[in-house]
């Protein structure tokens, strides 16, 4: 994980392609459904935001303050859902929000020796992500619960090549799970073996935070100018 990064690929750059592919991905879902090579090259973004959110956990200074932000913008997010689109739908900051949430809940139980507390919220996350959708119509957290331990996965790899395996592992779960092109996803693991360890030279972290919800407004607006 320490190769010299002319060669291998930062965070930043990471980052960079998930945003790419997911803004395929929505214009495929959203505006040309009927191209279903977008739906295909979106699959990578999911994986590698996932491993660059245990990136995240990992080296973050203020764990308050890093879930903070993720939390609120997802609430954010969740207000634009429910009044202009009148939908339950929780999207992949909700997702992403109970990752972090859990991986520092199984942090602080073997910390503290109190594994029922983790495990507890486990328990909790899974009735919320695949029993509640069985009781409220049209509610849906994003990828469900194999898709919330994704980033827990590659958290709690102690190197590299473990990080990726599980993460690969979890992908194959939820592959499973959802069925369909959601096996293109495993092509984000050879860009993920590239990841040099450096976060580049800017922090674009909050980029992905803002341009979230704005690609979403704006491919929902041209959505409707086209019917």
């Not at 009781?135 to 898709?147: A, I, K, L, R, T």
């Amino acid at each position: 994980m320490n190769a010299p990064s002319r060669s291998w690929l930062t965070g930043n750059q990471l980052k960079i392609i998930a945003m790419a592919a997911m803004t395929i991905d929505h214009i495929g879902a959203q505006l040309l459904p009927q191209y279903l090579i977008l739906r295909i090259i979106g699959r990578l973004a999911m994986p590698i935001y996932a491993y660059m959110i245990a990136e995240g956990c990992r080296y973050t200074r203020s764990r308050g303050r890093y879930l903070g932000r993720l939390a609120g913008l997802a609430a954010l997010c969740q207000l634009v859902y429910f009044f202009a689109m009148d939908s339950l739908y929780m999207c992949i900051l909700v997702t992403f929000s109970l990752s972090v949430a859990l991986i520092w809940a199984l942090e602080w139980g073997e910390e503290k020796n109190r594994p029922l507390v983790p495990l507890a919220l486990a328990a909790g996350i899974y009735a919320v992500c695949q029993l509640l959708p069985r009781w409220v119509p049209g509610f849906y957290v994003d990828y469900g619960f194999f898709g919330v331990l994704l980033p827990v996965a590659a958290y709690f790899g102690k190197t590299g090549p473990a990080r990726l395996f599980l993460l690969g592992a979890g992908l194959v779960l939820l592959a499973s799970d959802c069925g369909g092109v959601q096996w293109y996803s495993l092509a984000a693991i050879p860009l993920l073996a590239l990841y040099n360890g450096q976060r580049g030279k800017a922090s674009i972290g909050p980029l992905f935070y803002w341009y979230y919800p704005a690609h979403l407004v704006a491919i929902h607006l041209i959505g409707l100018l086209l019917r």
